[in-house]
């Protein structure tokens, strides 16, 4: 298997198993509230099976695991069944993944992203390395899905917002989802999650939309096209809600109650499902925003219709985030040396998880979210930062 390493920009995802098998389960029984999808030949009960069966077998080091494939099959027919099994291993085994892979711009066939289980040489199965095995899983998953039910993506980006605000509210994190009125009393738009401090009030997008493999090869227009229906729309919904909360000091909500600014620091957070690799630097992630609010993109004389949607896409979410660039700006005084993007965040639904690993409160979790947020380390990866900031608070004190 090629796996392109050092990356900057287009890494392979990873997550902790545990948070993994939560995410999978909690997302998918929200999913499965209104219908049930069956695979061909197994349930989705018969696939947490085979996500258990792997983790069980997977090598407790970060490396992958090399297995007997009967030793699996066993196992796997033990918990679901011989029919279940048969059928499993046909939809989630991959038998020669990215083996036309020879240049970035191979990747628009690549399998990287789904290799949890590979057909290997010997009798063997190959499992991917524990940090990588969730994701390869969850998108394998969501792949088999899509070819079922075309609205999947619609339904997980649904469950997605129901799922987190459940999570948090576990936890025992104050929380809440807000539904915005305009000045007509119409609705303005949602906060999918909103946190409040005493010193912060924190507005949260989450975004189920993700990088697509014609993007991974290279593809700049379907770059532009991806970060518009995920990222930047993102930022302009919460934006639209911080320059009202900003100009009136307040926002009223379908509930009767007001969000109160107070004097209070905004927080921008967008956070998606699908890991964006070296876009959620936070260095990378103003850089770019700033450069979108002096960018139009032109068509070439050879676009066809898709590229064509996809280039007007883009230019209207452009749009809107340079008019409320302006607006923002003309909210602050003229000595001001801030802009749009100095409070906004972007991160992955994996990383948020492994800070709820230890954080509990409001208060907690935002100053997880915001230490090293200006700081430049060429990392690249929010798990090691977070790490090394800990590591270094913990020998101050």
């Avoid at 007509?184 to 738009?189: F, I």
Wanted: charged share 25%; aromatic share 6%; proline share 3%.
């Amino acid at each position: 298997m090629r796996v392109v390493l050092y990356d900057e920009l287009f890494t392979v995802p990873q997550c902790n198993p545990g948070h993994m098998e939560r995410l999978i389960e909690d997302l998918f029984a929200e999913v499965f509230k209104a219908d049930r999808i069956r695979g061909q030949g197994w349930a989705h009960e018969d696939a947490i099976g085979l996500w258990q069966v792997l983790l069980s077998l997977a090598s407790p080091s970060p490396t992958a695991t090399f297995v007997k494939r009967s030793q699996l099959r066993l196992r796997l027919a033990q918990r679901v069944g011989p029919a279940a099994c048969e059928a499993l291993m046909d939809a989630f085994v991959l038998s020669r993944p990215n083996r036309n892979y020879r240049v970035p711009s191979d990747a628009i066939g690549a399998d990287t992203r789904e290799c949890a289980i590979v057909l290997a040489s010997g009798d063997r199965y190959w499992i991917a390395p524990r940090p990588f095995l969730g994701p390869a899983f969850f998108a394998r998953l969501v792949g088999l899905y899509a070819k079922l039910d075309k609205d999947i993506n619609t339904k997980i980006g649904v469950a997605f917002e129901a799922q987190m605000l459940a999570r948090m509210k576990r936890l025992g994190i104050e929380c809440r989802r807000a539904e915005v009125l305009g000045s007509k009393g119409k609705t303005a738009g949602d906060i999918d999650l909103l946190l409040e401090t005493d010193k912060v009030v924190a507005l949260f997008e989450l975004k189920k939309k993700g990088l697509t493999r014609k993007t991974n090869a290279g593809d700049g227009l379907q770059l532009a096209a991806d970060l518009a229906r995920g990222l930047v729309r993102g930022v302009n919904q919460l934006a639209r809600h911080e320059i009202a909360l900003r100009r009136d000091g307040e926002l009223r909500l379908s509930d009767g109650t007001r969000l109160r600014l107070d004097g209070r620091r905004v927080v921008k957070c967008v956070i998606s499902l699908a890991d964006y690799g070296g876009f959620h630097d936070g260095a990378v992630l103003r850089n770019m925003m700033r450069s979108f609010v002096r960018m139009r993109l032109e068509a070439g004389p050879a676009l066809n219709c898709e590229q064509k949607a996809d280039l007007e896409v883009a230019n209207r979410a452009l749009t809107t985030l340079q008019s409320q660039s302006v607006e923002f700006a003309k909210l602050l005084p003229d000595a001001a040396e801030v802009d749009l993007f100095d409070n906004l965040l972007f991160h992955n639904v994996f990383f948020v998880e492994h800070l709820l690993l230890t954080e509990k409160t409001a208060e907690s979790l935002l100053q997880k979210l915001l230490i090293g947020n200006r700081m430049v380390t060429g990392s690249r990866d929010a798990f090691v930062e977070s790490a090394l900031l800990d590591a270094g608070r913990q020998e101050r004190s």
